[in-house]
């Protein structure tokens, strides 16, 4: 029996009892999880972390068949604060990734891409602790894109492809709508959504929540992951920042919004502070 034809039965059951529902908003129902800031390790980062031939312990098993929280955490350490006991997920991975909500980031200090999981070239720096060892990366941080897991048999039945993006409505006490989530597809993979920590604060949502698919009529481009993706940001209607202290550090280009930093002509502007700010595509500008 498929799944249309179960949201069918149910829509008619729920209908007997007074529960008015269309088969087609139960067959566009997806399930949801919130996923919290976690690490994925690969082996020679596990050792590195935890100690030479280590491998990873099951804590618990995950939605996602195979994949499991393991009872190991580590510290992920930024420029100005630090996340503690970040849980680390098993089974290890070719490539060493972290991913935290905005929220996170911000306590961190630093600025990481919203990417889809997988893609971190050219993804912010991280530093992680273990109890054996630490870590300094160059990229590896990511905020996570929306997305949701299905099998190739729940992508024809929801009329969608890997890469696509579509729209979810998140039912709940504070109902959101959520743009550009998007599809993966794989025979690996169960049905389920996934949304960080900040997008469920915003809505209410608990794992265990559902919500329902809504197709467009036009399907966002997608870029592989082997693609180098560049962050796009959107620039503030006031893009200039008068900034008015007398040492201008790496620290505060990542932190200032506005391209333009007009400074004081005795203000210290430090080199990694002139890096960053190329890096970011910002100017330094001396007010006489």
């Known amino acids: 029996m498929n799944r249309e034809m179960i949201a069918r039965i149910v829509a008619e059951v729920m209908g007997q ?3 008015k529902v269309s088969a087609e908003a139960l067959f566009d129902t997806i399930p949801v999880a ?5 690490v994925h390790l690969s082996p020679e980062h596990v050792e590195v972390l935890f100690g030479t031939e280590y491998e ?3 804590k618990s098993d995950l939605s996602q068949p195979g994949q499991f929280a393991a009872n190991e955490t580590v510290v ?3 420029p100005k604060g630090s996340l503690e006991r970040v849980r680390v ?4 991975r070719q490539l060493t990734q972290a991913e935290v909500s905005w929220t996170d980031a911000m306590k961190l200090g630093v600025k990481p891409p919203l990417r889809e999981s997988g893609n971190i070239q050219d993804s912010a720096p991280v530093t ?3 109890p ?4 300094s990366l160059s990229e590896g941080l990511i905020i996570a894109q929306a997305h949701i897991h299905m099998s190739p048999t729940d992508a024809d039945q929801f009329q969608v492809k890997n890469g696509e993006y579509v729209k979810v409505k998140i039912h709940g006490e504070r109902p959101i709508l959520l743009d550009k989530v998007l599809i993966r597809v794989s025979d690996r993979y169960n049905l389920e959504m996934h949304i960080d920590t900040d997008e469920a604060n915003a809505g209410f949502v608990k794992t265990g929540g559902t919500g329902e698919l809504i197709r467009e009529t036009k399907s966002v481009p997608h870029t592989p992951s ?5 962050s796009q940001k959107i620039a503030p209607v006031h893009q200039v920042h008068e900034f008015k202290q007398k040492l201008l550090s790496r620290e505060h280009i990542q932190s200032i919004e506005e391209l333009e930093i007009v400074i004081g002509k005795g203000t210290i502007v430090t080199p990694l502070a002139k890096d960053t700010a190329k890096e970011l595509g910002k100017t330094i500008t001396f007010i006489k």
Do not use: Q
Request: hydrophobic share 45%; glycine share 16%.
């Open 17 to 19: 009892l007074g529960e």
């Open 34 to 38: 919130v996923s919290a800031r976690h």
């Open 56 to 58: 990873l312990t099951k």
């Open 76 to 78: 992920i350490a930024g």
């Open 89 to 92: 997920l098993g089974p290890s």
């Open 128 to 130: 992680l602790i273990g």
């Open 132 to 135: 054996s060892g630490s870590l």
């Open 226 to 230: 082997s693609v180098v993706v560049t």
